[in-house]
């Protein structure tokens, strides 16, 4: 069953997303599944985008989308300080979900992030800047039966979240100069999403499930396109964070339900009309295992695979649920796309285009 974890719905007033109209925006990560999202929905309501990539980067992802280029090096700052020079806001969303090592993670997560908020906190003028970080980063839940809230202290489980947590705190070093957020989304998903869907659609289809660990768990979800929303509302109106209070100008986003795996398992099977699937529980080491093989074929073939190691200590680390409120109380976010109709987008890109 699924349980709301924010206030009654009839408390609820609509979100409405913070006009951009006139705003400049800078993007890192522009090309990436949430990037090219968020770019579309900035110029579509009257903004203007400076997506920020990387030599190798394939721009034709932003084919039609009327953007502005810069190529830049986010870990030698090469072309920063130019390309966010009339800047009113940055949302720095480019990192690595997969590596090899824990200092690749670093590179790419850490470093990175910090780089970027330096050369901000150089400007005259600095812009406001908003770190897309993660709910790996903050851990698990810090008790059986209650989300985690900004409050509650960091403890992430894998190499990802602690990477992630340290370019928080990276960009938190320059939070005296730089306005600086911090938004923490759980499991995004969405159309054109690689990772997520299509593993839903998977299980769905075959009509077989392995549920991580012997105990039921519960997660928090939410679609793109309220990530999106989020982020850009974070960025004009959120609390900026302190340099040294730890969950100062933090903000977890979710769509304000609670699901079971068997929750999201079975809502992709209704929707691909697969029939009801079989959910079975899996023990904690064989889930270990299972990440490591997957991830040794996954080398084999010259990559990290979407489950790996890191994944499995995050599968079998407890629920991963967070409460949306204090974005709530501070600029009114309310998640608008439900995870049937969020998933049936999904699911029609992914098998007609």
Wanted: proline share 6%.
């Amino acid at each position: 069953m699924t349980t709301s974890i924010n206030v009654p719905r009839e408390a609820e007033q609509p979100f409405v997303c913070p006009d951009v109209s006139g705003i400049h925006v800078i993007v890192t990560g522009a090309t990436g599944f949430v990037g090219r999202r968020l770019c579309r929905r900035i110029v579509e309501s009257g903004g203007r985008v400076t997506a920020l990539v990387r030599p190798q980067s394939d721009r034709r992802v932003l084919d039609g989308c009327p953007v502005d280029v810069a190529v830049v090096d986010l870990l030698t700052g090469s072309g920063i300080g130019d390309a966010v020079s009339s800047a009113d806001v940055v949302i720095h969303l480019a990192a690595t979900l997969r590596a090899a090592s824990r200092a690749e993670f670093r590179l790419a997560n850490t470093v990175a992030t910090g780089v970027l908020a330096g050369v901000l906190a150089a400007s005259d003028a600095p812009p406001r800047l908003v770190v897309c970080s993660s709910l790996a980063a903050a851990g698990p839940v810090p008790a059986p039966g209650r989300a985690r809230r900004e409050e509650d202290r960091a403890d992430p489980v894998s190499w990802y979240g602690a990477s992630k947590l340290a370019g928080e705190q990276a960009a938190r070093r320059f939070a005296g100069r730089v306005p600086t957020v911090i938004v923490r989304p759980p499991i995004v998903y969405g159309p054109s999403d690689a990772a997520f869907v299509p593993s839903l659609a998977a299980m769905a289809r075959t009509r077989v499930a392995v549920r991580p660990g012997t105990v039921d768990r519960v997660y928090s979800v939410l679609h793109v396109d309220d990530l999106c929303d989020g982020l850009i509302a974070a960025g004009l109106q959120g609390r900026t964070a302190g340099p040294s209070e730890f969950h100062s100008g933090v903000y977890h986003l979710c769509d304000g339900v609670e699901y079971t795996f068997a929750d999201l398992v079975r809502t992709a099977a209704e929707l691909l009309g697969c029939g009801r699937p079989l959910v079975l529980p899996a023990p904690s080491a064989v889930v270990r295992a299972a990440g490591v093989v997957s991830e040794a074929f996954g080398r084999l073939r010259g990559g990290v695979p979407v489950f790996n190691r890191d994944k499995a200590r995050e599968a079998v680390a407890g629920s991963w649920t967070a409460t949306a409120d204090r974005a709530n109380r501070d600029f009114g976010f309310r998640a608008k796309v439900g995870l049937e109709d969020g998933l049936r987008e999904a699911f029609e890109e992914m098998l007609h285009g």
